[in-house]
């Protein structure tokens, strides 16, 4: 297969972190006006929704463009990738700033789909209880943990089922923001994260954002992809040829 220019890579995560953002956070965001102007409260069901669409929208992007760019579309799992030889380090710095701008560009395009109702509701912004900080904190680690263990194993392996990946990735995102978006809203990527509290802050809808809040949830999220890689090192057992060491980030998948 002949080389994929890196420029198209980093345009392909930009349009694949955006169309996370807009689909999972956004269906977060339009559960919220429908609860509002119903006043409907909040439930599992809608909880089972949400974590429907970002099933979808990974499968969908997987397919669309994870032969581009391996669709990443996460930047705790393009920074475990390259821990673990998957991927270039000098790629890392492009594929993170690609991947906080489609989150911050996916964030607006709610706020165009929804409008100010859609501020008012969220807009996708994640939180947890005062006081919760520990649990949030464990949970956020857990949850990106197993994702990034689930696309080691499932996309970066050769010895892994050909193919399965891309439903494998998805869900266990399904399965883990059922589990843990009731304690922090199971962000398990930094920026589908920050993505929604940027866009909401500049749309007026700032009041009431805990930015003290940012810290749980990055050094969550990127330490479990880290300790997620150093995991599968082990019980992968096997160290990829130098000759093919790179191969398999033009397979790997990922998100929330």
């Given at each position: 297969?002949?080389?994929?220019?890196?420029?198209?890579?980093?345009?392909?995560?930009?349009?694949?972190?955006?169309?996370?953002?807009?689909?999972?956070?956004?269906?977060?965001?339009?559960?919220?006006?429908?609860?509002?102007?119903?006043?409907?409260?909040?439930?599992?069901?809608?909880?089972?929704?949400?974590?429907?669409?970002?099933?979808?929208?990974?499968?969908?992007?997987?397919?669309?463009?994870?032969?581009?760019?391996?669709?990443?579309?996460?930047?705790?799992?393009?920074?475990?990738?390259?821990?673990?030889?998957?991927?270039?380090?000098?790629?890392?710095?492009?594929?993170?700033?690609?991947?906080?701008?489609?989150?911050?560009?996916?964030?607006?395009?709610?706020?165009?789909?929804?409008?100010?109702?859609?501020?008012?509701?969220?807009?996708?912004?994640?939180?947890?209880?005062?006081?919760?900080?520990?649990?949030?904190?464990?949970?956020?680690?857990?949850?990106?943990?197993?994702?990034?263990?689930?696309?080691?194993?499932?996309?970066?392996?050769?010895?892994?089922?050909?193919?399965?990946?891309?439903?494998?990735?998805?869900?266990?995102?399904?399965?883990?923001?059922?589990?843990?978006?009731?304690?922090?809203?199971?962000?398990?990527?930094?920026?589908?994260?920050?993505?929604?509290?940027?866009?909401?802050?500049?749309?007026?809808?700032?009041?009431?954002?805990?930015?003290?809040?940012?810290?749980?949830?990055?050094?969550?999220?990127f330490a479990a992809g880290l300790l997620a890689a150093a995991a599968y090192a082990f019980l992968g057992g096997v160290k990829p040829a130098p000759a093919a060491q790179h191969a398999g980030a033009e397979r790997v998948s990922v998100a929330s």
């Amino acid at each position: 297969m002949a080389e994929v220019a890196f420029s198209r890579k980093l345009a392909a995560e930009f349009v694949g972190t955006a169309a996370l953002v807009i689909c999972g956070p956004g269906t977060a965001a339009a559960t919220g006006v429908i609860a509002k102007s119903s006043g409907v409260a909040f439930s599992m069901a809608q909880l089972g929704v949400i974590s429907f669409a970002f099933m979808m929208v990974i499968v969908a992007m997987i397919y669309a463009i994870g032969h581009i760019s391996g669709c990443h579309i996460n930047p705790a799992v393009t920074l475990a990738l390259a821990a673990a030889k998957k991927a270039p380090w000098s790629e890392v710095p492009g594929y993170l700033v690609a991947q906080f701008a489609g989150g911050i560009a996916g964030a607006f395009a709610i706020w165009g789909i929804l409008g100010q109702p859609g501020v008012h509701a969220g807009l996708g912004v994640l939180s947890f209880a005062p006081g919760n900080t520990g649990h949030a904190l464990f949970a956020e680690l857990i949850g990106t943990f197993l994702l990034v263990l689930v696309v080691f194993g499932t996309a970066t392996d050769g010895r892994a089922t050909p193919g399965w990946y891309g439903l494998a990735i998805p869900s266990v995102v399904f399965a883990v923001i059922t589990v843990v978006g009731p304690v922090t809203g199971a962000a398990l990527n930094p920026a589908r994260y920050i993505g929604p509290m940027i866009a909401r802050a500049a749309l007026g809808g700032g009041s009431g954002l805990l930015w003290g809040q940012v810290p749980v949830y990055f050094v969550a999220t990127f330490a479990a992809g880290l300790l997620a890689a150093a995991a599968y090192a082990f019980l992968g057992g096997v160290k990829p040829a130098p000759a093919a060491q790179h191969a398999g980030a033009e397979r790997v998948s990922v998100a929330s």
